[in-house]
């Protein structure tokens, strides 16, 4: 039985056989559409979540299969103290494979040892999310035709950014991909990304605080919020929240065909004059997250 926890669970060749059979979906979803009836999927979110769980659900339903669950600590008995490890058991005889998100790091980890379905990561913490970058790889992939050679800007917050982790994880098992990593000195990325991941296989990166200088040379730039919800006071939110922000006047510094990201929700770092700009492919990214997920779904219950 296979988990999808981090990025890394899948090699490149996985990950690519997962980005086609995306692509596949998206120009035949009606090919797909029975492909998981009598299958379902759960939903364990611990955690507030738009997208990330209605496109799993959206995945699910458009695949033919169904779905349950809840979408807050406060609705399941984990507001009685159970235990991640109780919960996965139960779910396990109730449905085919789930998707959780917890403000843990690690607890899909223990819900994948105590489980009997595949488990999907939907978000732990500020450690990964790799859904989001596989939605974040298909976009890449679709409008720009590789994942190879090219200068990737990731701007705002480095440190708690789970979805800028497992983006940087993913990308550097391309060849020829270079990161810019723009943040404040607060939130720089955390130490073993550097050391462990970017050091130990040889990337070219810069870290710095100036998106203005680096802006004419990336190819995508990956904007983020910064983590209210894992700070530890609220000054320190207040006073670097709006460190970056992105308007029509630095989007004039980028190349023609650079891409902007983002994995949404947007609080303020991108001003929303910069939405009606085609470099800008932050919504088109989120519809591309339902079919890399519906990908994902026929993989793990191995339906591909
Ligand atoms: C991200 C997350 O939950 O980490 N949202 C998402 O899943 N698209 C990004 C964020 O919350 O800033």
Redesign the pocket.
């Known amino acids: 039985m296979k988990h999808l926890i981090s990025p890394l669970d899948l090699s490149v060749e996985e990950l690519d056989h997962i980005l086609c059979l995306g692509q596949d979906i998206m120009k035949n979803p009606e090919k797909y559409s029975h492909v998981c009836e009598g299958k379902k999927l759960a939903t364990l979110f611990y955690e507030p ?1 738009t ?2 769980r209605l496109s799993f659900e959206a995945a699910m339903l458009n695949l033919g299969g169904k779905v349950l669950g809840f979408s807050s600590a406060d609705s399941s008995s984990a507001a009685k103290g159970e235990s991640v490890a109780d919960t996965i058991r139960v779910i396990s005889s109730y449905a085919d494979i789930c998707a959780m998100r917890h403000p843990k790091e690690g607890a899909p980890t223990v819900a994948a040892m105590h489980s009997e379905i595949p488990v999907i990561n939907a ?1 732990d913490g500020g450690h990964n ?1 790799p859904t ?1 970058t596989l939605t974040d790889l298909i976009t890449i992939k679709t409008l720009m035709g590789r994942l190879d050679n090219m200068t990737v800007g990731m701007c705002g917050d480095l440190k708690f ?3 800028v982790h497992s983006l940087i994880n993913a990308m550097v098992r391309y060849p020829n991909v270079r990161f810019i990593l723009i943040s404040p000195t607060e939130l720089m990325i955390p130490d073993y990304l550097r050391k462990e991941v970017l050091d130990a296989n040889n990337i070219e990166y810069i870290e710095t605080n100036d998106l203005e200088k680096f802006m004419p040379e990336l190819d995508i730039l990956y904007m ?2 910064v ?1 209210k919800e894992r700070f530890f006071n609220e000054e320190d939110y207040i006073r670097l929240k709006d460190s970056f922000i992105l308007d029509a006047a630095k989007m004039e510094y980028a190349k023609k065909d650079m891409y902007v990201l983002h ?3 947007r609080v303020n770092e991108i001003a929303t004059e910069v939405d009606n700009d085609p470099r800008a492919v932050y919504f088109k990214q989120a519809k591309f997250g339902v079919y890399v997920r519906m990908a994902l779904i026929m993989n793990l219950l191995g339906l591909d």
């Open positions: 979540s997208r990330t978000g999310h989001q950014g789970r979805t983020t919020r983590q994995p949404l929700p």
